[in-house]
């Protein structure tokens, strides 16, 4: 009898452990059709890094890790160096590059144009003496002292003879006669001297002094045209080009200037800020880094075949570990139109799921308790 029921209990359990199988595994069917969809993501912040593109030394450091800033807040101020220096060269360079366009645009004053005219003038009035030659009366003059001189020399001849006939019979002393013949040259070139003078001025005015005062005649007038007509254009225009670039410079070593303070552009969190007064702060390099915590998002990888269970604009709810009591509002803003991590050949459905594509979800409320970095779970109920 023990043995016959033993089997009769077993053939009894066999069936009831099968049905209770085969509902389990219903059961477990049935759940995984009705589960939602679990994508599981990171909660991410938009940071901005914040350098110098002038660099320097660190003067003042006026916030901290942490704190909230607004856009605009000084965050730190480097030490000016020689940048004002090199302002104050490139204004006085400005200035005077301005002064010399701004000279060039007045043209030459007044008193400048009449120096320029009277100098034309002269000159003129040279070239017109030096052509016209003498005059009769200088002529006449000339002519005059000749033949004065040549009553000189014939006086003094005179003297000579008498001198010397008065020496031949011992009445005359030698000296006397030496210096009467001495004055017999003397008189002679004068007259000679007087003669060539004369021939000058009945031959006229050489060729090259006259060719040498239309010279400078013509100089004197293209002078004066220069100085009335003012700048040429191409002058002009190069001294603006100097005076811009002169501008630009110093535009430059005033956003140089600007640099020096390191401000924040927008709300938001100091992150990183790991500097003291005396650090070097390389050029173009992060210094402080912020975080916009009021822009944070959850980041998920939704796989292809779950793709068309979330859309752009459809709000979804997100729990956090952090705070696994407590739902958070979210919104999808965007889903990449590119999958990723995808194999070349797409062929079976396991293979398609292996396909993902990143969406961003952006967070409506708990802004204040999240942050960034923290393991974010979205769950979508199934349609």
């Known amino acids: 009898m023990t043995a016959v029921a033993t089997r009769s209990r077993t053939r009894l359990i066999l069936p009831v452990l099968v049905l209770a199988a085969l509902a389990w595994y219903g059961w477990y069917r049935w759940r995984l059709a009705h589960a939602p969809y679990e994508w599981s993501g990171t909660v991410e912040a938009h940071t901005v890094a914040l350098g110098s593109r002038a660099g320097g030394r660190v003067q003042k450091?006026?916030?901290?890790?942490?704190?909230?800033?607004?856009?605009?807040?000084?965050?730190?101020?480097?030490?000016?160096?020689?940048?004002?220096?090199?302002?104050?060269?490139?204004?006085?360079?400005?200035?005077?590059?301005?002064?010399?366009?701004?000279?060039?645009?007045?043209?030459?004053?007044?008193?400048?144009?009449?120096?320029?005219?009277?100098?034309?003038?002269?000159?003129?009035?040279?070239?017109?003496?030096?052509?016209?030659?003498?005059?009769?009366?200088?002529?006449?003059?000339?002519?005059?002292?000749?033949?004065?001189?040549e009553v000189a020399v014939a006086r003094a001849q005179k003297d000579a003879e008498r001198l010397h006939k008065l020496a031949a019979s011992g009445a005359a002393v030698p000296a006397d006669v030496d210096n009467a013949d001495l004055a017999v040259r003397a008189a002679i070139a004068q007259r000679d001297g007087l003669a060539h003078q004369l021939d000058e001025l009945k031959n006229g005015t050489r060729r090259e002094q006259v060719a040498q005062a239309a010279a400078r005649a013509a100089e004197q007038r293209a002078s004066e045209r220069l100085v009335v007509s003012g700048s040429r254009v191409e002058d002009i225009r190069a001294a603006e080009a100097q005076v811009q670039g002169a501008q630009g410079k110093v535009d430059q070593i005033r956003t140089m200037i600007d640099e020096l303070a390191i401000k924040a552009p927008v709300a938001a969190r100091v992150e990183a800020l790991d500097l003291r007064p005396g650090d070097i702060v390389a050029p173009n390099l992060a210094a402080v880094t912020l975080v916009e915590d009021d822009q944070l998002y959850v980041r998920i990888y939704v796989p292809e075949t779950q793709l068309g269970h979330i859309a752009v604009g459809r709000e979804v709810p997100i729990q956090v570990d952090s705070f696994p009591d407590q739902t958070f509002r979210g919104v999808v803003q965007h889903i990449n139109s590119v999958g990723e991590y995808s194999p070349r050949n797409l062929q079976t459905a396991d293979e398609r799921a292996d396909q993902v594509f990143a969406a961003r979800v952006g967070i409506l409320s708990g802004g204040d308790r999240l942050r960034a970095g923290m393991a974010a779970t979205i769950t979508v109920p199934r349609d």
């Open 61 to 149: 450091v006026l916030v901290k890790e942490g704190d909230r800033v607004k856009p605009g807040d000084v965050l730190v101020t480097l030490e000016p160096g020689d940048w004002p220096a090199q302002l104050q060269q490139a204004q006085a360079q400005l200035a005077m590059m301005q002064a010399t366009l701004d000279k060039l645009k007045a043209g030459a004053r007044p008193e400048e144009i009449a120096a320029a005219k009277a100098r034309a003038q002269t000159a003129q009035a040279a070239l017109q003496e030096t052509t016209a030659g003498a005059r009769p009366e200088e002529i006449a003059a000339a002519a005059d002292r000749l033949a004065a001189q």
